[in-house]
């Protein structure tokens, strides 16, 4: 069990540019989540995968953002036209909870991507 | 949702035990507690979760209130290693993402 992992760590763009993070969740995990937290403040949700479907859109997540796990493995978050208010970590979940229900679902946590919008 | 509250911060001597408790007055008959924590500049990090009775696991214990409005976490022997974001969580069955605050910063003094 390697962990969840996030690439890259570190991303410092300029605005206006696109910018893409990639999710590796832990093998055989069906569930994905990608969450965003500025600096003092807990994590807030941004979208949820069941296996390749995206199940569920926080209204964080505007036009500028889309997110796809394409074969139900690894997750990509792209943003485009950066903004300076983008600036943020932007973290990863995975967790193996089959059928329906989540209130004993754990969930996993990669080391997260930093964004820097200059 | 249900909300938590739990203190901004709190201070402990290493090797001590501590206690962080939450507030969740409004919790509904089946949403369990979960707790994760926060170390600086890594990710969230699961820690335990319960429903009624008190749980235990290798890292820490969950104390939960008989009416359940309120629970206790406890690390029974602190290191500096815990020094780290501590947050509360209602999870209900309907809902996939977890639901953060603030959480409770905790400071170990050596």
């Known amino acids: 069990d390697t962990g969840v992992s996030q690439d890259p760590r570190h991303k410092i763009t300029k605005r206006g540019q696109n910018v893409t993070f990639r999710c590796d969740p832990i093998s055989e995990h069906n569930r994905l989540y990608w969450y965003r937290q500025t600096l003092g403040q807990g994590p807030e949700f941004l979208t949820y995968f069941q296996n390749e479907a995206q199940l569920e859109k926080s209204r964080l997540l505007s036009d500028r953002f889309s997110a796809e796990r394409p074969k139900g493995s690894f997750s990509t978050l792209e943003i485009q036209r950066t903004e300076q208010g983008d600036s943020a970590m932007y973290l990863c979940a995975s967790s193996s909870q089959w059928g329906q229900g989540s209130s004993t679902d754990t969930q996993y946590f990669g080391p997260g991507t930093r964004l820097t919008v200059l | 949702d249900a909300k938590t509250t739990q203190p901004n911060s709190m201070e402990s001597n290493e090797e001590e035990p501590v206690h962080l408790p939450c507030n969740h007055s409004?919790?509904?008959?089946?949403?369990?507690i979960h707790w994760y924590r926060q170390l600086p500049s890594q990710g969230p990090e699961y820690v335990i979760h319960g429903l009624t009775s008190n749980v235990n696991n290798r890292m820490a214990s969950l104390a939960i209130a008989e009416d359940r409005k309120s629970s206790t976490l406890i690390l029974h022997r602190a290191t500096l290693r815990d020094a780290a974001v501590y947050y509360c969580i209602l999870r209900e069955d309907s809902n996939y993402q977890l639901i953060w605050g603030a959480g409770t910063k905790l400071i170990i003094k050596p």
């Open positions: 409004t919790i509904s008959g089946t949403d369990y």
